[in-house]
Structure formats: structure tokens, C-alpha cells
């Protein structure tokens, strides 16, 4: 599915120092029931964002609105558990383009990479740094350069370099799509399954 | 060069190599439920393209579907609209789709092993991070999102970087209650959720090759929860009696020929390995979660650690008991409970229904509990029906339900009210993973039961 370019971003962004945030708290089953990729930025963190009467809960951070911005920044270990794309999603629909953390779940990092989130991995000092910058001044801004691989706390003037594979980084920078690779050496594909063993 | 079980069999499926790039891995069988299929469905319409090899390809309804009364029409319309999508998605592409009400249908994961779907040194994916289960018979299988289902499903391949590779070896014999969920639970509890990120896990060791066919898989579907993609056993004896004449394992000479693949498959004896690690069996003791993550585990017969003695995250360890209700140095052990699950992906198999029953025979359910038993398929639910079991269920005061994913994700309507406790034989601890504020125990079968005949949880050693 077609997803926007990612170049250069700049942009406030929304502080979550909680480790081991999981697909389950990112995206809850129970709204896992659509057929069609619709409406799930609205459910985005639900348990945590909403009580059980739908009224917003003050205390998270989605509903301070000192906080905004098109990058999430969360603890060590983002996105565990669950495959659901659904998560990745969420985080999408929601308005952000860029998780930075300073560790990801595997499979979570790979399907944001494959709808057009850029999860960017910093060092736990660096992530601390990002941490306080932005609870002690909400409006600091992050540049985030995929072409450079580099992050930016510009308030402190610090950048710390990110790693990327130099095919995603080419898919990322110009919207391109896996399957739109795989079709073009479909008949490679063909052959090679005529000698696997199973 | 020498090779580990993991690379033969992913060395033997790469199509293409990209230069600082993924690997293009072709997948040998792709299962498909209905979570996480529809948008990649829409996106081959949109494409204008089928999918490329529907023989491979197989589709069962799991997560979303009730465990009572399945034969009348499911009554959550956003549910059933899921169910009719894969229904008429498989139909419109030629897919075999084991729907509510075949007799075939079950977890994805447990009716792939039951039919021979299931095979060594294949490779296998499905839009469900549990996929790995299917690494217990020596296959690569993997969970992945649903651009990689619609991937699979238009070019029969995946784009991946070759993961790392990680021996876990556990030598020794389990003691007498110890099962494989507590082996998985205690290499979980000590490698953390996120301590095997990056890496493909290969179990080997005594304990492993004691293991019977329905242990491993418990074990290998709990190898995400350590945050690998997967892990594998090397196929034996065991593994090949398994499969032999289930409905999709090859035939007379296609048996001897797929053997004389299977047979190759088993780490090198000098193979190189990115990390390793020994555990001794005879340590573990029967374990049980008391946080919300299942890397937060114990010996039952310990207390909750301490705060202060965290490698890191106090605020995170805190919130965690904070959700509980628990607090840091108390005993687990007579703490009340009010529900118990047994089913899932990871203890959903006849050998888990026979553990659960060894405990409550003679017994009765304690009435302060709520037990749900949902076997993983309707081949589950025959055997426990055959062996006599369900007599012994129902003597003690508990029913079965008709098979599905259940509680587990607690996607229908089986949830653990808010506030709730539930010991679970499932995979995840989750903050409301079984229902928004529900409070997940993991533990065995054998555990599970304890706690469902005595109110709260109990050693269960001693019930024997």
C-alpha cells in the first residue's frame, strides 16, 4: 500500500518512558475486527488513552495537549508481542511518521518500515537526553534525516547517527512497495519454486 | 562449511540475495486466519492479482470466533463480517479454508501440525506471531504483519534480513510437575521479553529431546515472547512418527524422498552459533507470571521480586504491580484467583488436557472460580471426548467449550472482567490482554488446574 515519502522531519513530539510498550496496549484485539485499513488512530493506545466510558484519562500523555507533534518517542523494547500490522497502523493513522527508541520489537520494526513509519533506534543516553529536553520544554523540536541517518535534538545541538538497510532506506525515501519488487522477478520466483523439496 | 539446522533450511529458500538488503525467502506454506488477511486480500484486488499458489496457501477461522454455540449465526456483526471475508476471500482465490463448523477448524496453530500441513526444513509463515509453534518439528516459521501477508500471498515470498542465531541447551530431566510451559516461562523469565530480539532460537539438549511433539511446540510458541522471530528443534524419531500418514505429509516414495531431506536436518557438529546459553533442567520449577509482561516469572513457591532489584525500568517494574494489585516480596503461593484458562495456541493440545485432568480427577472445581476449557480444534476436542476425559471434567464440576483462540486474546466475547484474576495457560500477560483490565497469571496446565480445584494458587506438587 502506497505510503507518503520520507525525507526530512522536523516536529515536536510525543514523550511515552514506558518500557516494553506492547502491540496490545498500542492497538487492544477487540478493535482488530475491520476489514479495511480505516479509523485506527482513533483507538490508538485505547486502554491507556480512554476509560471504560470512553472519557478521555488526563493523565496520558495523548490527551495533555501540551504534547503533539508527527514522532513518538517511547522506552526500551517498543512494540512487543503481537505481529498485528494493525499497530503499526494505529500509529500511522494517528498522525505520527516516526517512532524513536532505543530498542524495537522485531516484528513491529518491520512492519512499520513497510507502511511508511521510520522506527529510529538511539542509544538509552541519547533517548534520555530526548526524554527530559521534551518534558522540560514541550514546543523542542527533533529532526529526524533519513537520507543522512542521523537524529537531531536541536535544542542541544546533539545528533546521533540511526542504522537503516540501504533497501529500505531507497523504499522509504521514495514510497516504494516490496511486492512492486517481488512482481518484477515473479518468474525467477516460478522457477525456484520448482525445486524446493516440499 | 558448516551449518546450523537454521541456516540449511534457510539458505535451501532464498530466491535472491539484495546487496545491504533483505533476503527474498520463498515460503513453502502459508496459513491465513481472518485478522490479519482482509486488507492484504483488498490490496492484491486493488493490485488486480491472484494469489500465486493457493495449493500452498491455508485458511481457518481462530481468533475471532465464539467458543459456544457456534452452530448458530455469530452474533457480533464486525466479527462475522471478518469471517465472511476470508470465507469469500478463499473462495474467490481457490484457498482450502477451514471455517466455524468444519470439522477441520481450530488455532492455526494447532490444526496445522494435526493435518501435516506442518513439515520439517519448511518454511512457513502466517499473519500471527505464535507461528513459530511450527519450529518443533524443524521448520523456519515465523509471524508476520499483514504487507507481508499480502506479499506471500501475490509472490509466494518474503523480504527478510537473515536473523542472528542463538542455542538455547537445557540438559538434565525435569523434575516430577515441571512441564514445557515452565521451561519456556523460566528461559523467558531469565533472558527477559526482549533478550533474544534479532535472533532465530535453536532448542537442543536432554530436556528437548524428552520433549513429547505437543511440549515442543509449546516451547517453540513461546519463543517470541523472548523476542526472537522464531525457534526450532531438530527433527527426530519423534517428530517424523508425529507427522507420517496425517492428511498433507507425502506419501510412499515421497516419503522416502522427503526423508532423505529431513534426515540432513540437525545443526553441524562445529557449527558457529551468535550466542549461547545452558540452562540445567533440573533447576526449573513449576512457574507462574505476577506482572504484565512474560518475562515476569517465577518459581511458584518464590516471592515477587523486588524493585530495587531490577536491572533497570523501577517505574515500568511498579506500574506493572500497580496493575496487578501485587506487591514486591509477597508470596504468591494462596493468592485468590477467580478464573482459569486452559487453550491457546501454546496449551490448547490433548497432552494439555490430559495434564489438567490428571489434577482435578477426584477433585471439584473450587467455586469461586470460573473455568474455561476450550480445546485448540475439533481433533483436540474428539481425542478429549475418546480418552475419557470429558467424563472426568464434567464429574469435577467443568465443561468444554468448542474450539477457538478465545481468552487468550480475549477477541470475542471470552474476557476476564476488569479487575479480575485468571490463572492462563496462554502466551501473554499483557496489561488487558484478556479483557480491558483483566489480570493474566501464566502458568501450565498442571498449575492451571491446581488453582482451578483448591480457589488460588497452589503448588502443584502437592496434589499429586
Given at each position: 500500500?502506497?505510503?507518503?515519502?520520507?525525507?526530512?522531519?522536523?516536529?515536536?513530539?510525543?514523550?511515552?518512558?514506558?518500557?516494553?510498550?506492547?502491540?496490545?496496549?498500542?492497538?487492544?484485539?477487540?478493535?482488530?475486527?475491520?476489514?479495511?485499513?480505516?479509523?485506527?488512530?482513533?483507538?490508538?493506545?485505547?486502554?491507556?488513552?480512554?476509560?471504560?466510558?470512553?472519557?478521555?484519562?488526563?493523565?496520558?500523555?495523548?490527551?495533555?495537549?501540551?504534547?503533539?507533534?508527527?514522532?513518538?518517542?517511547?522506552?526500551?523494547?517498543?512494540?512487543?508481542?503481537?505481529?498485528?500490522?494493525?499497530?503499526?497502523?494505529?500509529?500511522?493513522?494517528?498522525?505520527?511518521?516516526?517512532?524513536?527508541?532505543?530498542?524495537?520489537?522485531?516484528?513491529?520494526?518491520?512492519?512499520?518500515?513497510?507502511?511508511?513509519?521510520?522506527?529510529?533506534?538511539?542509544?538509552?543516553?541519547?533517548?534520555?537526553?530526548?526524554?527530559?529536553?521534551?518534558?522540560?520544554?514541550?514546543?523542542?523540536?527533533?529532526?529526524?534525516?533519513?537520507?543522512?541517518?542521523?537524529?537531531?535534538?536541536?535544542?542541544?545541538?546533539?545528533?546521533?547517527?540511526?542504522?537503516?538497510?540501504?533497501?529500505?532506506?531507497?523504499?522509504?525515501?521514495?514510497?516504494?512497495?516490496?511486492?512492486?519488487?517481488?512482481?518484477?522477478?515473479?518468474?525467477?520466483?516460478?522457477?525456484?519454486?520448482?525445486?524446493?523439496?516440499? | 562449511?558448516?551449518?546450523?539446522?537454521?541456516?540449511?533450511?534457510?539458505?535451501?529458500?532464498?530466491?535472491?540475495?539484495?546487496?545491504?538488503?533483505?533476503?527474498?525467502?520463498?515460503?513453502?506454506?502459508?496459513?491465513?486466519?481472518?485478522?490479519?488477511?482482509?486488507?492484504?486480500?483488498?490490496?492484491?484486488?486493488?493490485?488486480?492479482?491472484?494469489?500465486?499458489?493457493?495449493?500452498?496457501?491455508?485458511?481457518?477461522?481462530?481468533?475471532?470466533?465464539?467458543?459456544?454455540?457456534?452452530?448458530?449465526?455469530?452474533?457480533?456483526?464486525?466479527?462475522?463480517?471478518?469471517?465472511?471475508?476470508?470465507?469469500?476471500?478463499?473462495?474467490?482465490?481457490?484457498?482450502?479454508?477451514?471455517?466455524?463448523?468444519?470439522?477441520?477448524?481450530?488455532?492455526?496453530?494447532?490444526?496445522?501440525?494435526?493435518?501435516?500441513?506442518?513439515?520439517?526444513?519448511?518454511?512457513?509463515?502466517?499473519?500471527?506471531?505464535?507461528?513459530?509453534?511450527?519450529?518443533?518439528?524443524?521448520?523456519?516459521?515465523?509471524?508476520?504483519?499483514?504487507?507481508?501477508?499480502?506479499?506471500?500471498?501475490?509472490?509466494?515470498?518474503?523480504?527478510?534480513?537473515?536473523?542472528?542465531?542463538?542455542?538455547?541447551?537445557?540438559?538434565?530431566?525435569?523434575?516430577?510437575?515441571?512441564?514445557?510451559?515452565?521451561v519456556a516461562l523460566f528461559i523467558i523469565s531469565k533472558l527477559s521479553t526482549s533478550g533474544a530480539?534479532?535472533?532465530?532460537?535453536?532448542?537442543?539438549?536432554?530436556?528437548?529431546?524428552?520433549?513429547?511433539?505437543?511440549?515442543?511446540?509449546?516451547?517453540?510458541?513461546?519463543?517470541?515472547?523472548?523476542?526472537?522471530?522464531?525457534?526450532?528443534?531438530?527433527?527426530?524419531?519423534?517428530?517424523?512418527?508425529?507427522?507420517?500418514?496425517?492428511?498433507?505429509?507425502?506419501?510412499?516414495?515421497?516419503?522416502?524422498?522427503?526423508?532423505?531431506?529431513?534426515?540432513?536436518?540437525?545443526?553441524?557438529?562445529?557449527?558457529?552459533?551468535?550466542?549461547?546459553?545452558?540452562?540445567?533442567?533440573?533447576?526449573?520449577?513449576?512457574?507462574?507470571?505476577?506482572?504484565?509482561?512474560?518475562?515476569?516469572?517465577?518459581?511458584?513457591?518464590?516471592?515477587?521480586?523486588?524493585?530495587?532489584?531490577?536491572?533497570?525500568?523501577?517505574?515500568?517494574?511498579?506500574?506493572?504491580?500497580?496493575?496487578?494489585?501485587?506487591?514486591?516480596?509477597?508470596?504468591?503461593?494462596?493468592?485468590?484467583?477467580?478464573?482459569?484458562?486452559?487453550?491457546?495456541?501454546?496449551?490448547?493440545?490433548?497432552?494439555?488436557?490430559?495434564?489438567?485432568?490428571?489434577?482435578?480427577?477426584?477433585?471439584?472445581?473450587?467455586?469461586?472460580?470460573?473455568?474455561?476449557?476450550?480445546?485448540?480444534?475439533?481433533?483436540?476436542?474428539?481425542?478429549?471426548?475418546?480418552?475419557?476425559?470429558?467424563?472426568?471434567?464434567?464429574?469435577?464440576?467443568?465443561?468444554?467449550?468448542?474450539?477457538?483462540?478465545?481468552?487468550?486474546?480475549?477477541?470475542?466475547?471470552?474476557?476476564?472482567?476488569?479487575?479480575?484474576?485468571?490463572?492462563?495457560?496462554?502466551?501473554?500477560?499483557?496489561?488487558?490482554?484478556?479483557?480491558?483490565?483483566?489480570?493474566?497469571?501464566?502458568?501450565?496446565?498442571?498449575?492451571?488446574?491446581?488453582?482451578?480445584?483448591t480457589g488460588k494458587i497452589t503448588d502443584p506438587r502437592t496434589l499429586y
Open positions: 500500500m502506497a505510503y507518503e515519502k520520507f525525507k526530512i522531519l522536523k516536529s515536536n513530539c510525543v514523550p511515552l518512558p514506558i518500557e516494553n510498550v506492547d502491540t496490545d496496549q498500542i492497538i487492544p484485539a477487540r478493535f482488530l475486527k475491520a476489514t479495511e485499513r480505516i479509523g485506527f488512530g482513533d483507538n490508538l493506545f485505547r486502554d491507556w488513552r480512554y476509560n471504560s466510558d470512553d472519557t478521555p484519562k488526563k493523565d496520558f500523555v495523548l490527551n495533555n495537549k501540551k504534547f503533539s507533534g508527527k514522532i513518538l518517542v517511547g522506552g526500551k523494547n517498543f512494540g512487543s508481542g503481537s505481529s498485528r500490522e494493525h499497530a503499526a497502523w494505529s500509529i500511522y493513522d494517528y498522525g505520527f511518521r516516526c517512532v524513536i527508541s532505543s530498542f524495537f520489537a522485531d516484528i513491529f520494526r518491520g512492519n512499520c518500515l513497510n507502511i511508511g513509519v521510520l522506527p529510529v533506534q538511539v542509544s538509552s543516553g541519547f533517548l534520555d537526553k530526548i526524554f527530559s529536553v521534551v518534558f522540560d520544554d514541550p514546543k523542542s523540536e527533533i529532526i529526524v534525516s533519513l537520507p543522512e541517518q542521523t537524529v537531531t535534538i536541536v535544542k542541544l545541538n546533539i545528533s546521533e547517527s540511526f542504522e537503516i538497510n540501504s533497501y529500505k532506506k531507497e523504499n522509504m525515501l521514495n514510497g516504494y512497495d516490496d511486492i512492486d519488487y517481488l512482481m518484477n522477478i515473479k518468474d525467477s520466483i516460478k522457477t525456484f519454486s520448482k525445486t524446493t523439496p516440499l | 562449511m558448516s551449518k546450523t539446522l537454521f541456516d540449511k533450511v534457510w539458505d535451501s529458500h532464498v530466491v535472491h540475495k539484495i546487496k545491504d538488503g533483505p533476503d527474498v525467502l520463498f515460503i513453502d506454506r502459508h496459513m491465513v486466519h481472518e485478522v490479519t488477511s482482509p486488507v492484504a486480500f483488498l490490496g492484491l484486488k486493488q493490485r488486480g492479482i491472484k494469489v500465486l499458489f493457493p495449493e500452498k496457501t491455508f485458511a481457518t477461522a481462530d481468533h475471532n470466533t465464539p467458543t459456544v454455540n457456534q452452530h448458530l449465526p455469530v452474533k457480533d456483526p464486525l466479527s462475522a463480517n471478518q469471517l465472511l471475508a476470508l470465507e469469500k476471500n478463499s473462495e474467490l482465490h481457490g484457498i482450502s479454508y477451514w471455517g466455524l463448523g468444519h470439522e477441520k477448524n481450530g488455532i492455526v496453530h494447532v490444526v496445522g501440525p494435526e493435518y501435516g500441513i506442518t513439515q520439517p526444513g519448511a518454511t512457513i509463515v502466517c499473519g500471527d506471531s505464535h507461528t513459530s509453534t511450527h519450529g518443533a518439528f524443524g521448520a523456519i516459521a515465523f509471524g508476520i504483519g499483514t504487507s507481508e501477508v499480502e506479499m506471500v500471498l501475490s509472490t509466494q515470498c518474503i523480504m527478510q534480513p537473515k536473523p542472528k542465531k542463538m542455542r538455547i541447551t537445557i540438559d538434565g530431566k525435569l523434575s516430577k510437575g515441571v512441564s514445557p510451559k515452565d530480539t534479532g535472533y532465530f532460537v535453536e532448542y537442543s539438549g536432554e530436556v528437548f529431546r524428552d520433549m513429547s511433539m505437543e511440549g515442543r511446540m509449546t516451547v517453540c510458541n513461546l519463543s517470541i515472547e523472548m523476542g526472537a522471530r522464531g525457534g526450532m528443534i531438530a527433527p527426530d524419531s519423534k517428530t517424523f512418527d508425529y507427522i507420517k500418514n496425517r492428511e498433507f505429509t507425502p506419501k510412499n516414495k515421497n516419503w522416502t524422498k522427503a526423508m532423505q531431506y529431513w534426515e540432513t536436518l540437525e545443526s553441524d557438529q562445529d557449527a558457529v552459533f551468535d550466542k549461547e546459553l545452558k540452562f540445567d533442567g533440573e533447576l526449573i520449577n513449576p512457574m507462574i507470571t505476577y506482572g504484565t509482561n512474560p518475562g515476569m516469572g517465577i518459581g511458584i513457591s518464590k516471592e515477587i521480586p523486588l524493585a530495587k532489584n531490577q536491572d533497570g525500568g523501577i517505574e515500568t517494574y511498579k506500574k506493572s504491580l500497580n496493575y496487578m494489585n501485587f506487591d514486591e516480596g509477597q508470596s504468591m503461593i494462596g493468592k485468590n484467583i477467580d478464573f482459569v484458562f486452559l487453550g491457546s495456541c501454546t496449551n490448547g493440545r490433548i497432552e494439555d488436557f490430559r495434564e489438567f485432568t490428571k489434577i482435578i480427577k477426584g477433585r471439584k472445581k473450587a467455586s469461586n472460580v470460573t473455568a474455561w476449557l476450550v480445546p485448540g480444534s475439533h481433533q483436540v476436542e474428539k481425542a478429549i471426548k475418546d480418552e475419557g476425559l470429558l467424563d472426568i471434567l464434567i464429574e469435577s464440576g467443568f465443561e468444554l467449550r468448542e474450539p477457538g483462540c478465545s481468552a487468550c486474546l480475549a477477541m470475542n466475547d471470552d474476557k476476564i472482567p476488569s479487575g479480575k484474576y485468571a490463572v492462563s495457560t496462554s502466551n501473554r500477560n499483557f496489561e488487558g490482554r484478556q479483557g480491558p483490565g483483566s489480570r493474566t497469571l501464566l502458568a501450565s496446565p498442571l498449575v492451571a488446574a491446581a488453582a482451578a480445584v
